[in-house]
């Protein structure tokens, strides 16, 4: 079944525990990006990868970092959390940036 | 830069009724706009995808239009049913340096029985 997987989907941490979402992909889509939703705010995009090795920054990168080392996968990295990173994140992955895109469920993240 | 914004906020019909819902964007310099639905605790799911090019795009009971000109996208639903409440995001893909996407606030939809 083709999908975008996300781990974990929920997930409680403390201020300052680095800690990792991964994100994968199984339809070889070379654009890949990673969402947070909160409410009031709606969904704001953080950073994008448009292929292996290249990722550039959305609208709310800061506190944020990515990898793209393989196609599939595309982990989101938070070195050191703090409570204003609490959201709903989505990965998302198509063809190139300009064809549909498919979302994962969402990992909802709570830093305390 | 871009801003996307939605009309209205939220929506309550009765079963049966077409529907019109509204999305507007600032920098019309797009590549397309995508329509999604999204369910309380779900993640996206693509409804219609519009290339710059194109002026509509249409599936089953819905369809949806571009104005580039005007900086506005309408998804219309026909015969709406109560499965289709959800909220509903319009997307807009900027043709700049940055291909980065900026979604709109959604309208929350609720199809009465």
């Known amino acids: 079944e083709a999908q975008v997987t996300q781990n974990p989907r929920y997930l409680i941490t403390v201020t300052g525990k680095k800690l990792t979402v991964t994100c994968s992909q199984n339809?070889?889509?070379?654009?890949m990006s990673w969402y947070r939703q909160d409410p009031g705010l709606g969904l704001r995009q953080i950073y994008y990868s448009m292929n292996v090795e290249v990722t550039d920054k959305g609208d709310v990168p800061e506190g944020y970092k990515v990898s793209r080392k393989e196609k599939r996968n595309f982990p989101l990295i938070l070195e050191s959390p703090s409570p204003n990173q609490t959201s709903l994140y989505f990965c998302?992955?198509?063809?190139?940036?300009?064809?549909?895109?498919?979302f994962g469920p969402g990992t909802r993240l709570t830093v305390l | 830069k871009q801003e996307v914004t939605q009309i209205p906020a939220a929506l309550s019909v009765p079963e049966g009724e077409n529907l019109v819902l509204n999305c507007s964007f600032t920098?019309?310099?797009?590549?397309?706009l995508q329509w999604f639905r999204q369910d309380p605790g779900k993640g996206l799911t693509s409804l219609l995808l519009i290339q710059s090019s194109q002026r509509e795009q249409t599936s089953g009971r819905l369809n949806a239009s571009l104005d580039k000109s005007s900086g506005r996208s309408t998804l219309y639903i026909a015969a709406s049913q109560p499965g289709d409440s959800a909220t509903y995001l319009c997307a807009a893909l900027g043709r700049g340096l940055g291909q980065n996407f900026v979604f709109g606030p959604g309208t929350r939809l609720s199809v009465l029985p």
């Open positions: 920098d019309s310099a797009i590549y397309n």
């Open positions: 339809m070889n889509h070379e654009y």
């Open positions: 998302a992955s198509s063809f190139a940036s300009y064809n549909e895109q498919f």
